[in-house]
């Protein structure tokens, strides 16, 4: 029975620690190696890994600029929580007493849109010559 409790917690902890998030310097460098190793690569490669663009534009060189556009609408609050806040009251003839409550407040909605626009410029050759990235919502 110690064994098996030993056990989990041992894998509790090791699962939890898989639960990190990256740091948003991390997310960028990532994202930033990710479509920088497509520059060199065929307009085919591309198209495997980014999947079909949401725009294509032709250049007077024969060349194409191929973007990637992403919007996501997002919604925060919309609720109430509550807190602890302490209130005064009388208790007959025995005196006077402290108490907490839990006092509700209302959080209200929010929403926002992350965009991300991601362009690729692609060589009459086919071959990927540049990228660049805009928006709130790349990474």
Request: hydrophobic share 35%.
């Amino acid at each position: 029975m110690k064994k098996n409790i030993l056990f989990i917690a041992a894998f509790s902890l090791l699962f939890l620690s898989g639960c990190q998030t990256l740091s948003f310097k991390d997310r960028q460098k990532l994202y930033i190696n990710e479509n920088a190793a497509f520059v060199g690569k065929s307009y085919d490669e591309l198209i495997k890994g980014k999947g079909v663009p949401t725009a294509t534009a032709t250049l007077t060189s024969s060349g194409k600029v191929v973007e990637y556009l992403t919007t996501q609408m997002e919604y925060s609050g919309g609720g109430y929580y509550g807190y602890p806040g302490p209130f005064y009251y009388g208790n007959g003839h025995h005196g006077r007493n402290w108490a907490y409550y839990n006092d509700m407040s209302w959080y209200p909605v929010q929403s926002w849109t992350s965009i991300c626009r991601l362009d690729f410029v692609v060589s009459p050759q086919n071959i990927v010559e540049s990228w660049k990235y805009e928006g709130n919502g790349c990474f």
